[in-house]
């Protein structure tokens, strides 16, 4: 495997040639990521070039509407879907809440939810909500004793009458990955859809979600490198059971129905330049006469090899302090 060239990482990012930012270090996790300079210099052009309504039969306008196309294409295959299973939206706050009123109708008075006290706010209030129209919320709660969600403690709570299973890839209280194919295939059984919320997670590295078996998944741009953009990927299943939340007449426009804002047409153009950087980083790091999933899996290891090398002496340091209580998972 080869090893992470921290120096060409930090190349990709103009920030780091910032004068303002020197001797700063940046640690602002939860809060987001810099923009890669691809997703910066797509990002410029579109507000130079081509700041119209996209998709008109004019040269610009057709080239803006180009570049937007660029986008599904560009980070589909990082996430190992199709281009057409991606959605994009302000945030993955607001698209929670888009998806949680996009299921009244297909969820009717008397079915049941399950959410768990492991997520973030954004994934478990949508949803609990819920429950003012007549849909039972169940809560799946943590172990007290490690933060962790138990699978066994899950199993009794599905049911016939299941339909959703709201759960996050990694946990917000201790940061332990959750077994997502596991829950997944579980819920499957029972005939309920899952919706994992990967933010915490997708700053590690963009998880192959049709493996994961997640009927939708959802993380935001904006933490892994991009734009102000929430990322939803919704399986072909998925999508027909969910109500447009769009004007009418765009029912049948799939990048829309689900984005009552309307898109930002030049931030989801800059989308691409997530998939360019990553694309940078795998060639500089391996060959690159690879299909699309075996370097999807290239930069999966290498960003995970790079992590666990950085935390193992800072976990070895931890544990042998006396002083110092470590929650969860060692």
Not at 183 to 196: F, H, M, N, P, S
Not at 214 to 224: C, G, N, Q, R, V
Request: glycine content about 8%.
């Amino acid at each position: 495997m080869a090893q992470l060239d921290v120096d060409f990482i930090r190349n990709q990012f103009p920030a780091f040639r910032s004068k303002e930012l020197q001797e700063t270090i940046f640690m602002e996790n939860a809060g987001g990521s810099f923009m890669a300079a691809q997703v910066l210099e797509r990002l410029n052009h579109f507000y130079n070039d081509n700041k119209m309504q996209p998709f008109y039969p004019n040269a610009a306008s057709s080239a803006a509407g180009e570049q937007m196309n660029e986008s599904y294409q560009a980070l589909a295959p990082w996430l190992g879907v199709s281009a057409d299973e991606l959605y994009f939206g302000p945030s993955t706050s607001q698209n929670a809440y888009v998806l949680a009123q996009s299921v009244i109708g297909w969820l009717r008075e008397g079915d049941e939810i399950i959410v768990t006290n492991q997520d973030h706010e954004a994934n478990g209030g949508a949803w609990r909500r819920l429950a003012e129209r007549g849909i039972i919320v169940r809560e799946w709660g943590v172990n007290k004793e490690d933060g962790c969600l138990d699978v066994e403690k899950l199993k009794p709570l599905l049911n016939t009458k299941t339909k959703l299973l709201c759960f996050p890839h990694c946990s917000n209280i201790v940061a332990h990955i959750n077994p997502v194919k596991e829950i997944c295939d579980l819920a499957k059984e029972y005939g309920a859809k899952t919706v994992v919320d990967g933010v915490s997670f997708a700053g590690h590295g963009l998880p192959d979600v049709k493996a994961l078996g997640a009927d939708i998944y959802l993380f935001s741009l904006y933490k892994t490198y991009g734009p102000h953009q929430g990322v939803m990927v919704i399986s072909k299943e998925m999508a027909p059971l969910l109500a447009s939340q769009s004007h009418y007449f765009l029912d049948g426009v799939r990048e829309k129905r689900l984005m009552p804002s309307g898109p930002d047409h030049a931030q989801i153009a800059s989308i691409a330049g997530v998939g360019q950087y990553f694309e940078a980083v795998h060639d500089h790091h391996f060959s690159n006469n690879l299909n699309a999933d075996e370097k999807a899996e290239n930069l999966r290891g290498l960003f995970a090899q790079a992590e666990e090398a950085r935390m193992k002496p800072l976990m070895a340091y931890l544990r042998e302090k006396e002083n110092i209580t470590i929650h969860g998972p060692q």
